[in-house]
């Protein structure tokens, strides 16, 4: 198979891989589920629903995506007009702050380099959920993976989280990350000191002993410096326990769900491939409300990489 055609399987799979971590996280988001398996209930019981649906984490991943094809190189004011497209239209569902205050401010009128929110409060990781599709582009920079993240999130710790995913993904891409090797020492020699390269330091320290539900003990919560390692030791772990496994110890140990889920299955989507996917959670995501828009934009996008 010819390496264009690979890198769009990749991409694919990536894409998909996010949405189902997505969907099937943000029903759980910030709630913790407990073992009821021991817990007697009078009378009948009726479990916390979990439909699946699409967030923010997707639904922004696609306006980049949009962004990339509609230009084919790198546009920050055609990103942020997509952006506001996509609020006006009222696609977006559940955005941080950050991007809600950089949304509102780029609706009136203000300039994509000085609407994203700064300081300590726009650490978040909404820069991080969406960065994927940038990966797939060889012509995409590190200065474009900041600038990119500037629209919203004006702070170092949302650009190196961003970042961060990015080098999995093109470690993942040059086959340098073959799910044997660490990736952990493949990308921390590649950020910039932070605390997200502090958090990635100290998981890889512990990582041969841990596992999912250990890790997010450390932190998992919506702050970049917790959710993006948290997301990446997660995708590591894909090779032995699997994405379903995967998926279910994200959810299981609470926090920002949705996006700890989102981002670790683009990076283990994206390692096994569209072949590899579970087959019964891709049913289930294309049962989702506005999969085959997903699907449409993804598969558009596919015929501008390579």
């Not at 891989?17 to 009948?44: C, K, M, V």
């Not at 991943?61 to 990103?79: G, Q």
């Not at 294309?286 to 699907?295: H, K, L, Q, S, T």
Request: proline letters at 3%; glycine letters at 8%; hydrophobic letters at 40%.
């Amino acid at each position: 198979m010819k390496k264009a055609a690979i890198l769009r399987r990749q991409f694919e799979a990536c894409l998909l891989g996010g949405a189902i971590g997505d969907a099937w996280g943000s029903a759980f988001e910030n709630l913790r589920i407990s073992d009821e398996t021991t817990t007697y209930y009078p009378g009948q019981h009726k479990p916390t629903p979990t439909a699946w649906s699409f967030t923010d984490d997707t639904q922004l991943t696609m306006a980049t995506c949009e962004a990339l094809c509609a230009s084919r190189e790198f546009r920050p004011d055609l990103l942020a007009d997509i952006f506001v497209r996509y609020y006006k239209e009222k696609r977006l569902h559940g955005p941080g702050r950050s991007t809600l205050k950089a949304l509102i401010e780029l609706e009136a009128g203000g300039h994509w380099s000085q609407v994203g929110r700064s300081g300590e409060f726009a650490a978040g990781n909404g820069a991080a959920m969406r960065i994927a599709p940038l990966a797939f582009f060889n012509i995409i920079s590190r200065e474009h993976v900041r600038t990119a993240c500037w629209i919203t999130h004006r702070n170092d710790e949302a650009y190196v989280g961003a970042l961060a995913i990015f080098l999995c993904l093109r470690a993942i891409i040059a086959g340098e990350w073959t799910g044997n090797n660490n990736l952990f020492e493949l990308i921390i020699p590649a950020l910039p000191h932070t605390g997200v390269r502090d958090r990635l330091m100290e998981i890889n320290a512990i990582q041969s002993n841990a596992d999912i539900r250990r890790v997010a003990r450390l932190g998992n919560s919506g702050y970049v410096v917790n959710s993006v390692p948290f997301a990446i030791f997660a995708a590591t772990r894909v090779t032995r326990i699997g994405m379903c496994e995967m998926y279910k110890s994200i959810i299981e140990s609470g926090g920002d769900t949705d996006t700890n889920a989102s981002l670790a299955g683009q990076i283990a989507g994206a390692f096994l491939g569209i072949d590899h996917l579970p087959k019964g959670l891709l049913r289930k995501l294309a049962a989702v409300e506005n999969y085959d828009w997903v699907r449409r934009i993804i598969e558009k996008t596919k015929e501008c990489i390579g």
